[in-house]
C-alpha cells in the first residue's frame, strides 16, 4: 500500500532527535509535580483497566465541537460560551492524565507526543481566549479563535491516534500471548532446575513466561510486559503480601498470583498461567488460549 505523505513527515517527527532536550525537561516537571504512586496510578487508569486519558479526551473535544455546531446557529451565544469553557476546564485534568501517561514511553513515542501536547496546549489557549472574547460580548472574535483552534486540536489528535495505532502506545502488549499461545498443557522444564524465590524465564515455542518458584508451587506470566513489552523475568522480585514482579523498564508491577496489575503505568493484567508438576516436569496452561 502506498504511504500518505503526511506519515512520511510523522515518522520524521519520530527521529527528530532535536526535541530531546525538551522532552527530558518536560518529563522532569512531570515527574516532579505528578508524583505520588496513587496519583500516577489513578492518572494512568489502573482503576479503569485502561488508559484514561483517551475517555477524558472525550469532554473537552466534544465540548468543543458541540460548540462549533452551536456557532453555525443562530442565538446560540450563552450555549456555545458554555460548552468552549466547560471545554476549557476539563483539558485541564486531561493534559494531566496524557502526560503522565506519556512521560512513560519510548524515545518515538515520546517525540510525537511532546507535539501532541504542545499542539493540545495551543488550542487550549486559544479555546480559553475565545471564552474570554465572548463575555466581553465580542462573539465574532470568539467564534474564529474557537474554530482555529478545533483545527489544531484536530491536528493534534491525528498525532494522539498515530501514538496509539501506529506506534502502539496505550494498548495491551500483552494480549498476543491469548490468541498465540497453544491449548493444553505444555512443559517448560523441570522443577529440580527452577531456583527458589527467583525469577526465571522459560518458553513455550516462541512465547517467553517469567516463572517463580516457591516451594513446590510454580507461578507463571506472559513474559512481555502488558505496558510496551518490557521483559518481567529480567525485572526484580518484589515480595510483600503476595509475590510480585516489577518491570525493569518502567516498574509497572504484577502479582504473579493473579497476573493483576498492583501499580501502572501498565493497565492491563499480564496473562496468567495455570501450573502444575508431573513426574518432577513443570507444565502450564493458559487458561484463555
Ligand atoms: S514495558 Fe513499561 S512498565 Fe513494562
Same mark, same amino acid.
Given at each position: ?107 518515538? +513515542?515520546?517525540?510525537? #507526543?511532546?507535539?501532541? %501536547?504542545?499542539?493540545? *496546549?495551543?488550542? &487550549? @489557549? /486559544?479555546?480559553?481566549? !475565545?471564552?474570554? +472574547?465572548?463575555?466581553? #460580548?465580542?462573539?465574532? %472574535?470568539?467564534?474564529? *479563535?474557537?474554530? &482555529? @483552534? /478545533?483545527?489544531?486540536? !484536530? ?5 494522539? #491516534? ?128
Amino acid at each position: 500500500m502506498r504511504e500518505i505523505p503526511l506519515f512520511k513527515l510523522i515518522e520524521r517527527l519520530e527521529t527528530a532527535a532535536a526535541l530531546d532536550p525538551v522532552i527530558r525537561r518536560v518529563k522532569g516537571v512531570v515527574d516532579g509535580v505528578i508524583r505520588p504512586q496513587w496519583l500516577r496510578d489513578t492518572l494512568h487508569g489502573v482503576w479503569v483497566g485502561h488508559p484514561l486519558h483517551p475517555i477524558a479526551v472525550q469532554v473537552p473535544v466534544g465540548a468543543w465541537m458541540s460548540a462549533g455546531i452551536l456557532d453555525l446557529l443562530p442565538r446560540t451565544h450563552v450555549g456555545a460560551r458554555t460548552l468552549v469553557g466547560v471545554g476549557v476546564a476539563a483539558a485541564i485534568p486531561t493534559a494531566l492524565a496524557g502526560y503522565t501517561d506519556w512521560a512513560r514511553l519510548h524515545d518515538r +513515542q515520546l517525540r510525537v #507526543g511532546i507535539v501532541h %501536547s504542545a499542539a493540545t *496546549l495551543v488550542a &487550549t @489557549g /486559544l479555546y480559553a481566549a !475565545s471564552f474570554l +472574547q465572548r463575555a466581553k #460580548g465580542r462573539h465574532g %472574535s470568539g467564534k474564529a *479563535l474557537s474554530f &482555529t @483552534g /478545533l483545527a489544531v486540536v !484536530s491536528a493534534a489528535a491525528f498525532l494522539g #491516534g498515530h501514538l496509539s495505532y501506529r506506534q502502539a502506545a496505550g494498548v495491551n502488549h500483552a494480549v498476543d500471548t491469548l490468541e498465540r499461545f497453544p491449548r493444553g498443557w505444555h512443559p517448560i522444564g523441570s522443577l529440580a532446575d527452577l531456583d527458589e524465590g527467583r525469577l526465571m524465564r522459560r518458553s513455550v515455542g516462541e512465547l517467553l513466561l517469567v516463572v517463580y518458584r516457591r516451594g513446590e508451587h510454580v507461578m507463571a506470566l506472559s513474559d512481555a510486559c502488558s505496558h510496551l513489552s518490557g521483559p518481567l523475568s529480567e525485572g526484580r522480585l518484589v515480595v510483600g503480601d503476595e509475590p510480585c514482579v516489577e518491570c525493569p523498564w518502567h516498574a509497572s508491577t504484577f502479582s504473579l498470583i493473579s497476573g493483576d496489575v498492583v501499580r501502572g503505568p501498565a493497565t492491563a493484567n499480564q496473562p496468567r498461567f495455570d501450573t502444575r508438576v508431573v513426574a518432577g516436569t513443570v507444565e502450564v496452561h493458559l487458561p484463555e488460549a
